[in-house]
């Protein structure tokens, strides 16, 4: 039988290998276009429920299972995704003089679950993808509920909205797709593992054209002050990668969990953040994200290459303390 790929999946295995790449030139497009691509920025919340479907076609049931046979890496993995992330924002936000809706934005991208390009990191990485299959999955269905509190407390009351606007939203546009992707993974298994293959030209494209419009109508604003905010998304991410491995050790996870939940941590799903941002808010509070969604694909493509260098010699090792 025939192992030919066709071409489309051969495109879907191209933007694959290339999508920090692509994510950059669509940044760069709506910076040299952003009359053009600035429209955009208004389909971000459909564009990011279509991604989230085609994450929840990726999932099965028993994704969640593992929350039951290692408690304590999942517990660990989640506390670091909720606590070091969207601590950093203020942090580096303060480091760097950001307020008002560029220090929301921020808060944003770091009181998000884990991007959806995670698993892929972590599986390039010689990491437990397992562990960050699940991690992405609970940390996903968790956020209606943690991210919108993090936004409010961090980023100030005096932003424009309540806990229940952007609690609706993230289940609108995050949790219902999930659902229905596992539902319908559920029920028609056989006819979604055919078009799986065909998932990632979805994704990269979804979100090539988030980046595009929102950097389009911020063109103005990266052209001044891009260099600094480049500089605190680049900080935040490396204390997410950083500080999501110390924390693991320091838990005692073993090799594979650690570089599970480093991804984790350090890569956000930057495309509900710019959605939550252009709806409730302004374009420029989308901005951090857009910029986060360019730089934690190139940060952790890099990362992957290097632990992909250096596999785990020892045996694997039960992820609990002793």
Not at 52 to 76: H, K, Q, S
Request: net charge neutral.
């Amino acid at each position: 039988m025939s192992t030919r790929r066709g071409p489309i999946a051969a495109l879907a295995d191209f933007v694959s290998r290339w999508f920090a790449v692509l994510v950059l030139l669509g940044g760069l497009v709506g910076l040299a276009l952003p009359d053009q691509t600035a429209v955009l920025s208004d389909a971000v919340p459909v564009l990011l429920g279509v991604i989230m479907f085609g994450m929840g076609l990726t999932l099965r049931v028993n994704d969640f299972a593992l929350v039951l046979r290692r408690p304590w890496a999942v517990l660990i993995g989640l506390c670091s995704q909720f606590l070091v992330m969207p601590l950093a924002a203020v942090a580096v936000s303060w480091l760097f003089g950001l307020s008002g809706l560029l220090l929301a934005g921020m808060v944003l991208v770091g009181a998000a679950p884990g991007g959806t390009a995670s698993n892929v990191i972590v599986y390039l990485a010689r990491g437990d993808v397992a562990l960050s299959v699940t991690l992405t999955s609970i940390a996903t269905m968790l956020a209606p509920l943690i991210t919108p509190l993090w936004v409010l407390w961090l980023a100030g009351s005096e932003l424009p909205v309540g806990f229940g606007d952007l609690f609706f939203s993230i289940v609108q546009v995050v949790l219902v797709p999930v659902l229905a992707g596992v539902v319908v993974r559920a029920l028609a298994g056989a006819l979604v593992d055919r078009v799986t293959p065909y998932l990632p030209l979805v994704s990269v494209t979804g979100v090539v054209v988030v980046v595009a419009g929102v950097v389009g109508a911020n063109a103005d604003v990266v052209v001044t002050s891009g260099l600094l905010l480049v500089g605190a998304v680049i900080v935040h991410n490396g204390l997410g990668l950083g500080l999501g491995y110390l924390v693991a050790k320091v838990a005692r996870l073993d090799e594979t969990a650690c570089r599970a939940v480093s991804v984790e941590v350090g890569m956000q799903n930057s495309g509900l953040s710019a959605s939550l941002a252009t709806t409730h808010f302004t374009p420029l509070a989308a901005l951090p994200a857009a910029l986060f969604s360019v730089w934690h694909n190139v940060s952790g493509a890099a990362l992957a290459t290097y632990w992909a260098r250096h596999p785990v010699r020892e045996p694997q090792q039960r992820s609990e303390p002793a």
